[in-house]
T-cell receptor, first 113, second 112 residues
């Protein structure tokens, strides 16, 4: 079965610290990859996406992610987090041959001022 | 672009009552998804449609849940009868292909 794994369930950082959230997917074919953010009390919003091309993808609010095909990974990074980055982060994958999306269980990030 | 529109935003009802949640996807999107989110179980896919046809409803918890998509611009998720354990935020999302999911703002359901 297809799946997306997020290894960090809860992360607590101080402002200005660097962030890396892990994401691995299990599908061996061509996939489209996404990171979504959910701020408290809000809906999921797209941070960034990878379909093809440059494996280093830049998204909104200074976030980026790197697709490493050999490791089936799509880790999210930000060099310096802010208090406003406190949120839940979801990694997702979708097969390139259909429209079924698979979400990870999410990582809760708390940034301490 | 109005985005995905869900209604109602909040619903409080009593156990045993019927609940109907509504969703209008983004115009031109051919896939529609219903998700449920709770603290205990996180984000769960209930059902998704491609071109108004249900493709995978394996996430629907039980027969009390049903979903329809009578046309490309409207979908409903119905719970009958509702139970307290159905309390959750229900998200509708739509997508063109290939593309990302766009989520609605959710319907927060409380069953007393």
């Amino acid at each position: 079965a297809q799946s997306v794994s997020q290894h960090n369930h809860h992360v607590i950082l101080s402002e200005a610290a660097s962030l890396e959230l892990g994401c691995n997917y299990s599908y061996g074919g061509t996939v489209n990859l996404f990171w979504y953010v959910q701020y408290p009390g809000q809906h999921l919003q797209l941070l960034l996406k990878y379909f093809s091309g440059d494996p280093l993808v830049k998204g909104i609010k200074g976030f980026e992610a790197e697709f490493i095909k050999s490791k089936f990974s799509f880790n999210l990074r930000k060099p310096s987090v802010q208090w406003s980055d406190t949120a839940e982060y979801f990694c997702a994958a979708a097969r390139n041959t259909g429209n079924q999306f698979y979400f990870g269980t999410g990582t809760s990030l708390t940034v301490i001022p | 672009d109005a985005g995905v529109i869900q209604s109602p935003r909040h619903e409080v009802t009593e156990m045993g009552q019927e609940v109907t949640l509504r969703c209008k996807p983004i115009s031109g999107h051919n896939s529609l998804f219903w998700y449920r989110q709770t603290m205990m179980r996180g984000l769960e896919l209930l059902i998704y449609f491609n071109n108004n046809v249900p493709i995978d409803d394996s996430g629907m918890p039980e027969d009390r849940f049903s979903a329809k998509m009578p046309n490309a611009s409207f979908s409903t998720l119905k719970i009958q009868p509702s139970e307290p354990r159905d309390s959750a935020v229900y998200f509708c999302a739509s997508s063109g292909w290939p593309g990302e999911l766009f989520f609605g703002e959710g319907s927060r359901l409380t069953v007393l």
